[in-house]
C-alpha cells in the first residue's frame, strides 16, 4: 500500500488441485542373481560381511573429515577472513557499508549519497508509506514530513487529508478516525522484496522498490479479511538536509508470482503475527 494506492484487496487467489507427488502403486525391484523363485523376480543376494561394511563406513569417515579440514581455508588451522574477501566468504554473508542508526520519526534516517544509501532510503520510506499510519491523520503528518522534500509536504498533505475520508475508510472497514472496531485489528504492512536504481545523478536518484503487502481486518466478523498485494513503487529522490528525501513517487502492479498452496491462518493467527513480528530496517 502507498501513495496512489486504490487500496484493494486484490483477487482471490486461483484454486489449485495439484495432485499429490508419486503414485499410490507398489514397487517391484528385482534383484540380480538366479535361484528360487520368491515372487519378486529372484532369490536375495548374500548379506555383506562385517569387514566390507567396516571399510565402507571408514571411507565416509575420511570423506568427511576431508572436506571439513578443506573448509578450514587454509593449511594452517585458521579460516579465510569473510571481510577481506577470502575463501570463507558465504554467498549469503552480509555486503556493503553498515545499516544506518539515526531515525527520524521511528523512520531510519540518514543515508549515504551513494546508489547503496538511495536503495535503503526508497526502502524504508516505502515501509513507511505502506504502513497503518498512513490511515490517521496525525501519523500520516508526520510520515509524510520525515521520508519527503519539504518544499512538497504542506501541498502533498492537502492532497492526501481529503484522499483518507471518512466515506474511504469506511469503505476499507476503518472508522472515521482511521482505527479499527472494536474487536479486530488493521493490518497495512509493506515489505519490500528488492531495489533498483534506475537513475542516479549528482544531488537526485531514482530507485524501484518490488514489494509485497498486507492488508485487511483480522478478525471474527471481518467482512476484508487480510490479503496480500504485490507492486513496485518508483521513488524520484533528491538530497536535500544531508539526506535522501522523496520529491515525487509513484506505483504500478507487480511484477505477482503465482499463490502457493499454503493453508489461510485464521484471523487471530495474522493478528497475532503481525502484533508479535517486528519489521525491519532495510540497507544494503
Same mark, same amino acid.
Given at each position: 500500500?502507498?501513495?496512489?494506492?486504490?487500496?484493494?484487496?486484490?483477487?482471490?487467489?486461483a484454486? +489449485?488441485t495439484?495432485e499429490?507427488?508419486?503414485?499410490?502403486?507398489?514397487?517391484?525391484?528385482r534383484?540380480?542373481g538366479?535361484g /528360487?523363485n520368491?515372487?519378486?523376480?529372484?532369490? +536375495?543376494?548374500?548379506?555383506?560381511s562385517? +569387514?566390507?561394511?567396516i571399510m565402507?563406513?571408514?571411507?565416509?569417515?575420511l570423506?568427511?573429515?576431508?572436506?571439513?579440514?578443506?573448509n578450514q581455508?587454509g593449511g594452517d588451522?585458521?579460516s579465510a /577472513?569473510?571481510a577481506?574477501?577470502?575463501?570463507?566468504?558465504?554467498?549469503?554473508?552480509a555486503?556493503?557499508?553498515?545499516?544506518?542508526?539515526?531515525k527520524?520519526g521511528?523512520?531510519p534516517s540518514?543515508?549515504?549519497?551513494d546508489?547503496?544509501?538511495a536503495?535503503s532510503?526508497a526502502?524504508?520510506?516505502a515501509?513507511?508509506?505502506?504502513s497503518?499510519?498512513m490511515?490517521?491523520?496525525?501519523?500520516r503528518?508526520d510520515i509524510v514530513q520525515t521520508v519527503?522534500d519539504?518544499?512538497i509536504?504542506?501541498s502533498?498533505?492537502g492532497n492526501?487529508d481529503?484522499?483518507?475520508?471518512p466515506?474511504?475508510l469506511?469503505?476499507?472497514g476503518?472508522?472515521?478516525d482511521g482505527t479499527?472496531?472494536t474487536?479486530l485489528?488493521?493490518?497495512? +504492512?509493506?515489505?519490500?522484496?528488492?531495489?533498483k536504481v534506475?537513475?542516479?545523478k549528482?544531488?537526485t536518484?531514482?530507485?524501484?522498490?518490488?514489494?509485497?503487502?498486507?492488508?485487511g481486518l483480522?478478525?471474527p466478523?471481518s467482512?476484508k479479511?487480510?490479503?496480500e498485494?504485490w507492486?513496485t513503487?518508483t521513488e524520484?529522490?533528491k538530497w536535500?538536509?544531508h539526506?535522501w528525501?522523496?520529491?515525487?513517487s509513484?506505483?504500478r502492479?507487480g511484477p505477482?508470482?503465482?499463490s502457493g498452496d499454503?493453508?489461510?491462518?485464521?484471523a /487471530?493467527?495474522?493478528?497475532?503475527?503481525?502484533?508479535g513480528y517486528g519489521?525491519?530496517?532495510?540497507?544494503r
Open positions: 500500500m502507498s501513495l496512489g494506492d486504490d487500496h484493494g484487496y486484490g483477487s482471490e487467489p484454486d +489449485r495439484d499429490g507427488f508419486g503414485g499410490m502403486g507398489q514397487t517391484r525391484t534383484l540380480p538366479g /528360487d520368491d515372487g519378486y523376480g529372484g532369490a +536375495r543376494r548374500p548379506v555383506r562385517s +569387514r566390507s561394511l565402507v563406513v571408514g571411507v565416509v569417515v570423506l568427511i573429515a576431508a572436506i571439513a579440514f578443506a581455508g588451522g585458521t /577472513d569473510p577481506k574477501g577470502g575463501p570463507g566468504t558465504q554467498p549469503t554473508a555486503t556493503g557499508v553498515k545499516p544506518v542508526k539515526g527520524a521511528g523512520i540518514g543515508y549515504a549519497k546508489e547503496q544509501g536503495q532510503a526502502a524504508n520510506y515501509v513507511a508509506l505502506g497503518d499510519g490511515f490517521k491523520k496525525g501519523t503528518r519527503h519539504p518544499a509536504v504542506d502533498l498533505l492526501l481529503p484522499a483518507y475520508s466515506s474511504f469506511a469503505n476499507v476503518l472508522k472515521p479499527a472496531p474487536g485489528t488493521f493490518i497495512s +504492512r509493506t515489505v519490500p522484496v528488492g531495489t534506475t537513475a542516479l549528482g544531488d536518484a531514482t530507485v524501484e522498490v518490488w514489494c509485497t503487502g498486507l492488508v483480522a478478525g466478523d467482512t479479511p487480510v490479503t498485494t507492486f513503487m524520484n529522490l536535500v538536509g539526506d528525501k522523496i520529491g515525487s509513484s506505483q502492479e505477482t508470482p503465482v499454503n493453508r489461510a491462518s485464521s /487471530d493467527e495474522i493478528a497475532a503475527a503481525v502484533q519489521g525491519f530496517t532495510y540497507a
